[in-house]
T-cell receptor
Framework: DAKTTQPTSMDCAEGRAANLPCNHS???????VYWYRQIHSQGPQYIIH???NNETNEMASLIITEDRKSSTLILPHATLRDTAVYYC??????????FGGGTRLMVKP | KAGVTQTPRYLIKTRGQQVTLSCSPI?????VSWYQQTPGQGLQFLFE???????NKGNFPGRFSGRQFSNSRSEMNVSTLELGDSALYLC?????????????FGPGTRLTVL
């Protein structure tokens, strides 16, 4: 699986959009970009995934650059409950996910 | 529908003992994967089972083993426990194996080895 690079931590004001970047410059053509988050000591929660096109669901939007070397997870209106560690993962190998260190997002009132 | 369930949620064992953890996947999911999470190593893949067969295994010693039953429920076993085995053990399920399919995680079992 391709390696991902994420900032270690980020802050966001409550009610504002949180934009979490991820670099995956060595991604191959058949690798998906997945985002999970983990709230303290709970199991990771699936957020969204995509291959080439931008994706949106009820939780977030995923913007993938045209060259697919980076992506951004957008939480449109962050709340305190969005405080968590966010993991960006690229995957084509089925169910052997490789987690990096993730980004610790702190949403502040 | 119900999510992934793991039992027990918390467990305390002493060095040298063995432990068995259980995971029930989402209904209709046939792949179950196990992960270990520690503060030092983060989240690491242990193994994956699909149709009662181990498909993939991470870089863990043979003390860590697992199995899957015909109803897709899975158990993992750790023998001769060491202090370093203290961790959050997570189970994840998905419908398919061998392709990129979304995995859904359970709440985890917190194992403490004294």
């Amino acid at each position: 699986d391709a390696k991902t690079t994420q900032p270690t931590s980020m802050d966001c004001a409550e009610g504002r959009a949180a934009n979490l970047p991820c670099n995956h410059s060595t991604i191959s053509g058949n690798e998906y970009v997945y985002w999970y988050r983990q709230i303290h000591s709970q199991g990771p929660q699936y957020i969204i995934h995509g291959l080439k096109n931008n994706e949106t669901n009820e939780m977030a939007s995923l913007i993938i650059t045209e060259d697919r070397k980076s992506s951004t997870l957008i939480l449109p209106h962050a709340t305190l409950r969005d405080t968590a560690v966010y993991y960006c993962i690229v995957n084509n190998a089925g169910n052997m996910l490789t987690f990096g260190g993730g980004t610790r997002l702190m949403v502040k009132p | 529908k119900a999510g992934v369930t793991q039992t027990p949620r918390y467990l305390i064992k002493t060095r040298g003992q063995q432990v068995t953890l259980s995971c029930s996947p989402i209904s209709g999911h046939r792949s179950v994967s196990w992960y270990q999470q520690t503060p030092g190593q983060g989240l690491q893949f242990l193994f994956e089972y699909f149709s009662e067969t181990q498909r993939n295994k991470g870089n863990f010693p043979g003390r860590f083993s697992g199995r899957q039953f015909s109803n897709s429920r899975s158990e993992m076993n750790v023998s001769t426990l060491e202090l370093g085995d203290s961790a959050l053990y997570l189970c994840a399920s998905s419908r398919l194996a061998g392709v990129s399919d979304t995995q859904y995680f359970g709440p985890g079992t917190r194992l403490t080895v004294l």
